[in-house]
């Protein structure tokens, strides 16, 4: 668990399964999935549909949740691209429209990206978003990091080519 005044990183607890499912599954279309890769699709699912999948969250290494004031309010994670070479890419997500704008993503992944590297053994972590998610693009600039690579065409939403 990493805290930075009001805000926390930690892992799952089995408390936490209901809000994380009314946060991700509950709707079919919530607002957050219009800046979280959009042009994957999402559906909805009820709550024992969710159970087995929120169960298999909790107490992971690569996923944990983001509290604001003691409330679940997001999920931040890790994936391996390519573990062999040490490649590692994480994401954040905050679900309720209240929580973006006010620097919470850049603190939260300020923590993680100090858990990372005192818990793996990497040398580099990066992120992928894409052109659209500007808050996110944001985010990656006020940590410092750099952009690698802009991949065009590469994603179809909406009848229009983003670019990733």
Known sequence: MY?????????????DLTKLWELIYKEDQ????????PYFPHHSMSYEEFLPKGKSWI??????VIEVNCEVKGIISYYWEHEPSKWLEMGIVFHEAGTW????GTRAMKL??????????????GFT???????MIRVGEKL?????????KVRLYNGVYLIS
Do not use: C, Y
């Open 3 to 15: 805290t930075d005044n009001e805000l926390t990183i930690r892992p799952i607890k089995e408390q």
């Open 30 to 37: 919530p607002e957050w999935k219009k800046w979280d890769a």
């Open 59 to 64: 107490d992971r290494h690569d996923f944990w």
């Open 101 to 104: 704008g006010k620097g919470l």
């Open 112 to 125: 993680w990206i100090h858990h990372l590297f005192q818990t793996l053994p990497i040398v580099r972590v």
């Open 129 to 135: 978003t894409w052109s659209g998610n500007e808050r």
């Open 144 to 152: 410092g990091m750099q952009l690698e690579a802009r991949i065009r």
